[in-house]
């Protein structure tokens, strides 16, 4: 029986899923944690990668990485990191990301030329702020990477073994200079940001494209960004919206057009099969849940129950949950409020509950974002640490107006990999026809009128704050 590892090399750590490459069925799992902060050494993600398989990655027939999208890795020319990797949640790039929106003409000429507009987030704009504040390090970049291609790049045996660095479609479209619509790098917007440098770039293959073997033998197949992994993980098709509620919060869908529109909100990324997977990203997600748990003083597996024993719209309070600033509205220097409180609704469950309306409110907004760009959402989905908590579920199909659909707890994203992996194994023209997650259906409620009021009052709390 042929076996195949995905990894998921996201935020806060490393997840591996070892399957049956012809059913899918998970015959192991492993975790490690990534150190915390948004500047990290890509070592430490090879660390957690080695802990994480824990011996198994040398036996499986092949693998892939799924990675976090946009972080720098900026490489000298013998292939070390001239400094720490920036990650897509460090927002001192919020400054070069505006001027080099003004610099090309403005939003609609990033929109027209890779489909994404650049934000703090996007590694092009990570790349002005290395060459505006730290030229030494710029001077001696000579290849720049993203965190799965360095991870994918040191499973085929790294610098100085003849292993060629390699991308996919899915993450280079994150760059901000490589056009999905065009299939080809923007090398103009890379020597724009960069003071005219033209840095080295990964091949960006196909999807079913080998990277390599292993020194073990395993082929290692392209890889992709996170969340293209999770699309792979879930069987997408169009129509479907997934809600993946990480350390970001992204709603995503899969279509078979690029999706380019100048206001930025939605970025127009590629999807790891050929298609295209428009995206909205906000940066506050699984963390607005656990910075609430901790400053409540409970475990986090307390804060669901907490929060149902209060009523919808939490007495009044509404949390605005930008506690890492802000991507989506784009307020990189926000910070969290709570706002309404009065001496009757200051109570622990009405803060948790107002931390997941809050939460969700911001992603419900991503979802009309989509839905304005035309994007179908006859089925959502909520993944990701934080659709673990049963109540999230049920307050997102409050909140959305819609039904939601929670898959069964998994690691999609790591699933999607071992997915890619166990097709470019196969060479067949589709992936692998591995079973669909069992899950959990939340209706609508019959009355909406409660989640309408919610996010009325969201909205009217940020523009209270925001203009
Ligand atoms: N039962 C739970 N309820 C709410 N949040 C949870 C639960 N279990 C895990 N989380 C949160 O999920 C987050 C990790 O989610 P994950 O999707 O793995 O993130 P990432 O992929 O960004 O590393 C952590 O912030 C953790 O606090
Ligand atoms: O920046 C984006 C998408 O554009 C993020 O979604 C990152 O890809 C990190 O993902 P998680 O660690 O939250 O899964």
């Not at 409540?296 to 907490?306: N, V």
């Not at 605005?320 to 784009?330: A, I, K, M, S, V």
């Amino acid at each position: 029986m042929p076996t195949v590892a995905g990894v998921d090399s996201s935020t806060q750590s490393c997840k591996v899923v070892v399957c049956d490459a012809d059913t899918g069925e998970v015959l192991h799992r492993g975790r490690a944690a990534h150190p915390e902060g948004t500047e990290v050494a890509p070592e430490a993600w090879w660390r957690a990668l080695l802990e994480a398989g824990n011996g198994l990655l040398e036996r499986v027939d092949a693998l892939a990485v799924a990675g976090q999208q946009h972080g720098l890795v900026a490489l000298d020319a013998t292939g070390l990191p001239v400094r720490e990797a920036l990650l897509w949640n460090d927002t001192r790039s919020a400054q070069a990301a505006a001027d080099l929106v003004d610099e090309l003409g403005g939003p609609e000429k990033w929109a027209e030329a890779v489909g994404t507009v650049p934000v703090a987030a996007i590694t092009v704009a990570k790349l002005r702020w290395l060459a505006a504040h730290e030229p030494r390090h710029a001077d001696r970049t000579d290849r720049v990477l993203l965190p799965h291609d360095w991870l994918t790049w040191q499973l085929c045996g790294g610098p100085g073994t003849g292993a060629e660095p390699v991308t996919d479609r899915g993450d280079a479209s994150g760059t901000g200079y490589w056009s999905p619509a065009e299939g080809a790098y923007r090398r103009d917007l890379l020597a724009l940001a960069f003071g005219g440098r033209t840095p080295e770039l990964p091949r960006v293959l196909g999807p079913t494209e080998a990277a390599g073997r292993t020194p073990y033998g395993a082929l290692v197949a392209a890889g992709t960004g996170d969340n293209m992994g999770a699309a792979l993980g879930l069987g997408i098709r169009p129509g479907d919206v997934v809600i993946s509620l990480g350390t970001s919060g992204t709603a995503f869908a899969l279509t078979e057009h690029p999706v380019g529109e100048p206001t930025g909100a939605v970025a127009g990324f590629a999807d790891a099969t050929g298609r295209y997977l428009p995206l909205v990203c906000t940066l506050n997600a699984a963390r607005v849940l656990s910075s609430t748990a901790r400053m409540l003083g409970i475990a986090l597996d307390d804060l669901g129950p907490l929060a149902r024993a209060a009523d919808p719209g939490a007495g009044g309070l509404v949390l605005l949950p930008y506690l890492g600033g802000e991507r989506t509205p784009n307020l990189p220097e926000a910070a969290g409020s709570l706002m309404g409180m009065r001496k009757a609704n200051m109570h622990p469950p009405n803060f948790a509950r107002a931390a997941v309306e809050g939460m969700l409110c911001n992603m419900a907004d991503a979802l009309d974002r989509l839905r304005a760009q035309d994007v179908e959402a006859r089925r959502v989905l909520i993944i990701g640490g934080a659709a673990k908590a049963p109540v999230v579920g049920e307050i997102a199909a409050e909140i959305f107006g819609t039904p939601v659909t929670v898959p069964e707890p998994e690691e999609y994203v790591a699933l999607g990999a071992a997915r890619q992996a166990a097709w470019a194994l196969a060479g067949t023209p589709e992936p692998p026809h591995w079973p669909v997650a069992a899950a959990r259906q939340i209706p609508a409620p019959a009355d909406g009128t409660a989640g309408r009021r919610i996010r009325e009052a969201y909205a009217d709390a940020r523009s209270m704050v925001y203009g």
